[in-house]
C-alpha cells in the first residue's frame, strides 16, 4: 500500500510539472476564425482549435476579454494575423496570459503575415491623419487563396516542430489542403473571369487582395480614409465617381452597416453586396474553401 501510495505521489507530480504530456493534444489558438480555419485543415484530430476574433466581427476592435487570457494561458501555439491588424487587442492578452510559449520569439509564437508578400506597403509618414493605415501594408492578405496556402505551410511547420510525433500526419493535411486549394482556385477562377476589370467599390481596404487575385477594378471606398467613418460629402463624391464609372458593386463585410453604402447606390446603377470576409463571417462559412465558394456564389450571381 505504501509503494502504491509514492507511486502515485510521484505520477501526480509528473503530471503536474509535464508541459505537454504525451498523451495530451497540441492546444491552437488562432487570433481570428480563419487562421483557427486553416490550422483545424493542416491539425485535423492532432490538435484542439479555438479563436479570439470570430469571423463575423471586425478583427481591428475586439475587446481584450479575461476569458481570452485563459484561453492563451494554456495554448502550445499562438497564430496570428500580424501587420498591425490585432494590435488593440492581443498584445495586452497575450501579456496578460503569462505562457512563456506563445510569447514574441518562443516556439509557440506565430506571426501568419511573415509567410506573405503585402500589397499597398505605405510610403512616407504614417500618422492618425491618414486614417487607419498599417504600416506594413494591408493585413487583410487571407482573401488571396495563395496566401492561405503560404499561411497553412508555416502552420504546417509550427506543427512539426511543436510535435514531431505526428509530424507525417500534417504533413499529409496539408498536402491534402493544397491539392483540395489548387483545385478549387482553377474552378473559382473560370468562374469569376467575367467579372475582370468590373469596376467596384468598398467599404473597408478589406477586398484589395481578393479584387487583385480576381482582376476586379477597385476605384473607392465608402470610408474617406481606412477605420474613418463615412461623411456625406465623401459619400457624395463616391456616388458621382460610381455613376460617371459604371462601378457595379459596392462591398461590404458583414460588420459593417450596409445602410452607409445605401447612397452610392441610389446615385448611380451600383449595387451593394454584403460579402464574408472571413471563415464564420455568414452562415455556413466554416472552412476556407466556404469562404471562397460562398464569395463567388455573391458575386457572380447577386441576384440570387
Not at 125 to 149: A, E, F, I, K
Not at 182 to 199: F, I, Q, R
Request: hydrophobic share 45%.
Amino acid at each position: 500500500m505504501k509503494r502504491l501510495s509514492i507511486l502515485a505521489a510521484l505520477l501526480l507530480a509528473w503530471f503536474a510539472t509535464a508541459s505537454t504530456p504525451a498523451w495530451a493534444k497540441l492546444k491552437v489558438v488562432g487570433s481570428t476564425q480563419d487562421l483557427a480555419a486553416l490550422a483545424q485543415a493542416v491539425g485535423g484530430d492532432d490538435i484542439n482549435v479555438s479563436y479570439i476574433a470570430r469571423g463575423d466581427l471586425d478583427p481591428h476592435f475586439i475587446n481584450a476579454k479575461p476569458s481570452f487570457m485563459v484561453k492563451l494561458a494554456s495554448a502550445n501555439l499562438l497564430v496570428f494575423m500580424g501587420m498591425d491588424l490585432e494590435i488593440g487587442w492581443l498584445p495586452p492578452l497575450i501579456t496578460g496570459a503569462r505562457n512563456p510559449k506563445i510569447q514574441l520569439g518562443a516556439p509557440g509564437y506565430l506571426d501568419a503575415s511573415a509567410a506573405i508578400q503585402p500589397i499597398e506597403v505605405p510610403t512616407g509618414t504614417v500618422d492618425r491623419s491618414r486614417g487607419d493605415l498599417h504600416p506594413q501594408g494591408n493585413p487583410h492578405y487571407l482573401l488571396d487563396p495563395d496566401n492561405g496556402r503560404r499561411v497553412a505551410r508555416a502552420i504546417e511547420a509550427k506543427l512539426e516542430l511543436l510535435d514531431p510525433k505526428n509530424a507525417a500526419d500534417y504533413q499529409a493535411n496539408l498536402a491534402a489542403f493544397e491539392k483540395k486549394l489548387t483545385d478549387k482556385e482553377a474552378e473559382w477562377k473560370t468562374e469569376m473571369a467575367p467579372l475582370k476589370g468590373v469596376k467596384v467599390i468598398g467599404y473597408h481596404s478589406t477586398f484589395d487582395y481578393l479584387c487583385k487575385v480576381y482582376g476586379m477594378d477597385l476605384v473607392g471606398f465608402v470610408e474617406p480614409r481606412p477605420g474613418i467613418p463615412p461623411t456625406p460629402s465623401h459619400t457624395l463624391q463616391m456616388a458621382q465617381k460610381a455613376k460617371a464609372q459604371g462601378v457595379k458593386f459596392v462591398l461590404v463585410e458583414p460588420y459593417h452597416d450596409p445602410r452607409d453604402a445605401s447612397p452610392i447606390a441610389r446615385m448611380s446603377s451600383a449595387r451593394v453586396l454584403e460579402v464574408p470576409t472571413e471563415v464564420g463571417g455568414m452562415d455556413g462559412v466554416v472552412t476556407y474553401f466556404d469562404l471562397f465558394d460562398h464569395i463567388v456564389q455573391i458575386l457572380t450571381h447577386p441576384s440570387a
